[in-house]
T-cell receptor
Framework: GAGVSQSPSNKVTEKGKDVELRCDPISGHTALYWYRQSLGQGLEFLIY????????KSGLPSDRFSAERTGGSVSTLTIQRTQQEDSAVYLC????????????FGPGTRLLVL | GENVEQHPSTLSVQEGDSAVIKCTYS??????FPWYKQELGKGPQLIIDIRSNVGEKKDQRIAVTLNKTAKHFSLHITETQPEDSAVYFC??????????????FGQGTRLTINP
């Protein structure tokens, strides 16, 4: 069956521009997660959705970052006024219900801010 | 908050030998400890997990051990093969004062299997 998909796979943008990253989770998965992975680093938690609501936004680095999820499915992560330090791979994952289950990761979006 | 320390950061072993990666955590309430494998250019993939009601779990060449008293858990890979070369991440569940839970990942171990 289809796994988690993310688009675009690569994004190059200029400093100060806004970008939107998309995640399509596995059908039927209630929980959706966004992580950031800087070069050679671990996974940094950004935000978690249960259905369409985000009970934990504690990982968003600044108010330039926002995310939404509609219809309990597709999620978008928006970064406004991008900075060079935003360059990283943004990973999306989904699980059936909660953290204590397998998280299925997408391939990520590699963002480069020039 | 939860702090997950993972070591070593890099590990190189000869094909056929065993590899061990260790993690420590700080949140004594943690009760779920997954291990993920990330191959180049791909997202992480769960390879094994353990819950706090058991001390060891095996799946073919992979095993995980958990010591809740000492707050550490380890990944053991036996009879290593070239396809085991990847970055491995441990994780633990952190519960906030408000009851929200999230996975906190270690910094990763780059495992290289030498033929």
């Amino acid at each position: 069956g289809a796994g988690v998909s993310q688009s675009p796979s690569n994004k190059v943008t200029e400093k100060g521009k806004d970008v939107e990253l998309r995640c399509d989770p596995i059908s039927g998965h209630t929980a959706l997660y966004w992580y950031r992975q800087s070069l050679g680093q671990g996974l940094e938690f950004l935000i978690y959705f249960q259905g369409n609501s985000a009970p934990d936004k504690s990982g968003l680095p600044s108010d330039r970052f926002s995310a939404e999820r509609t219809g309990g499915s597709v999620s978008t992560l928006t970064i406004q006024r991008t900075q060079q330090e935003d360059s990283a791979v943004y990973l999306c994952a989904s699980s059936l219900w909660s953290y204590q289950e397998t998280q299925y990761f997408g391939p990520g979006t590699r963002l480069l801010v020039l | 908050g939860e702090n997950v320390e993972q070591h070593p950061s890099t590990l190189s072993v000869q094909e056929g030998d065993s590899a061990v990666i260790k993690c420590t955590y700080s949140d004594s309430a943690s009760n779920y400890f997954p291990w993920y494998k990330q191959e180049l250019g791909k997202g992480p993939q769960l390879i094994i997990d353990i819950r706090s009601n058991v001390g060891e779990k095996k799946d073919q060449r992979i095993a995980v051990t958990l010591n809740k008293t000492a707050k550490h858990f380890s990944l053991h890979i036996t009879e290593t093969q070239p396809e085991d070369s990847a970055v491995y991440f441990c994780a633990a569940v952190q519960t906030s004062l408000q009851g929200a839970q999230k996975l906190v990942f270690g910094q990763g171990t780059r495992l290289t299997i030498n033929p």
